[in-house]
């Protein structure tokens, strides 16, 4: 610890050299330099062996403050506290708290609403080291760390024959998604991610490590499975595990943008004459492929079905006579290979980072074939420009019989995430700072959200929380009934009430700033 402090120490002493010979570095004043020593001074010595105090001067930092949506999305840090165990989560939350400083957990670095911006010099406590994943003794559960990424937790147990209910790409945290629902590949079966936490070690925001089930702090373990941003740092988790299956198949089929509309009257259609199709995902993605259209966006579909799947015959066929420009085949994916087949693996698009990505989601039980053109049209527009030509907008449907099993009740996911199985969002990608460029991206991201909620008539908008935005209102992502608006509230109070996990959709509460001093 203490040759860690030496060089902390010496990282520190160089970065203010640099500050004073040019001016602040990475935008940290000199304040928060000397703000960064004291922490490497007091909290240093409370840590484990395994943790590092890591300052934002230092180059061990860049990988670090980098996440997916950056630089749109860059909350503010005087320090990164790679913690290796729940006692160093604890000690730092107490240290912030005596400090009055804001405080963000991070595994994954995928999130992207606005609100996470709101972190003005604070400290970033980062799960990474947090990283394990273990089927337990009863093979019909796992215990995952709270920085383990959704890839190692599939191969982990894809290794042992198991799998478990995870969000949609492999490089984000596997606690993540499930704590705002967690769409997945296999929620047809199993329901959402959420539907499936049994237990959790969560780090209050007084800096208490409690246990969190169904008959532990069950008003807690109820709000951690549809709202856990707002609650805790999760240290831990226990998930059920299932058996891997059988392998899956991999059809994509590419339609020209004259298409559009009976590709999703024919996707509606077949919704409504096979609504249980089993282990079935319907995905679609617009985006440039200029070997197919070098003036729009094409459409592509994939059909990703596990085992034999007599609807997928029934959609595929379907699809095909409405004569796509092209077709591919994948056959015999194992488990463990379907997310990097799929395209959303480790080397797939979803997953660069430092290239702003933002979305602006709707949910819907149908789709509007008009309202679609019309988003459509302003995507075309957008995406006609270099600067957002990798951009992308997604149509998707993961399953619906699952998710509908699980009573609406019974977690704090949103009835309506329950209610309308198709989310569509644009994906927009640009590189750079340049505040002309991100005006533009966000003026052409709401026109679009707006035309697609034009087709939704009467029905009050929702957004998915992994994938909003941080504009939205409480209840458009939380859901609209009153009751529910009010637990959720009441929880807050309870269990956070100086809104100290207020970063992430935060539920807003009457909060009172935490007292300095105060741990």
Known sequence: MMLLLALGIHTLLLGVASAAAGGPVFGIPAPLERRSGDIIRELGPLLSKDATIVLPLSPDAEPLLIRAATPRISPNYFAIVEVA??????????????????????????GWPTTLNGVEAGIQINMRRMNHTTLRRDGRTASIGGGALQYEVIAALFSQGKRAVMGLCECVSAIGPLLGGGHSMIQWRYGFAADNLVSARVVLADGRAVDVAADKNSDLFWGLRGAGHNFGVVTSFVVKAYNAGDPWTLITLTFTQDKLESFLE???????VHPDRGMLVVNGIL?????????????????????????????????????????????????????????????????????????????????????????FG????????????????????????????????????????????????PILWWVGDDAA???????????????????????????????????????????????????????????????????????????QPVAAGEI
Not at 316 to 338: H, M, Q, S, V, Y
Not at 380 to 403: I, N, W
């Open 85 to 110: 165990t729940e006692q160093d989560v604890q000690q730092t939350i107490k240290y912030a708290n005596f400090h009055e400083t804001p405080f963000l957990a991070v595994s994954g670095g995928h």
């Open 266 to 272: 024919t996707w509606n259609t077949l919704e409504e």
């Open 287 to 375: 985006a440039r492929n200029n070997d197919v259209d070098s003036e729009h966006p094409v459409i592509n579909l994939q059909l990703i079905y596990e085992g034999r799947n007599d609807a997928a015959d029934l959609y595929a066929a379907a699809f095909r006579k409405l004569n796509p420009a092209a077709e591919l085949t994948t056959e015999d994916i194992p488990w463990g290979d379907l997310f990097t087949e799929g395209g959303f693996g480790l080397s797939g698009p979803i997953c660069r980072k430092n290239q702003n990505i933002l979305g602006y989601p709707n949910s819907l039980d149908k789709w509007d074939a008009g309202a679609m053109r019309a988003a």
């Open 378 to 425: 302003i995507f075309s527009d957008l995406t006609s420009e270099a600067a957002f030509a990798t951009s992308a907008m997604l149509l998707e449907s993961y399953g619906q019989q699952g998710v509908r099993a699980v009573p609406e009740g019974s977690n704090a996911v949103a009835p309506e995430e329950r209610r309308r199985h198709l989310l569509t969002s």
């Open 437 to 511: 460029t991100r005006k533009k991206a966000e003026d052409y991201g709401s026109r679009i959200q707006a035309a697609v909620r034009k087709g939704a008539g009467s029905a009050e908008p929702h957004a998915y929380v992994n994938y909003a935005t941080g504009r939205e209102g409480f209840g458009e992502v939380y859901g609209h009934e009153a009751a529910r608006k009010s637990r959720l509230r009441a929880l807050k109070e309870r269990w956070d009430p100086h809104g100290r996990f207020g970063f992430y959709m935060p539920i807003e509460v009457g909060r």
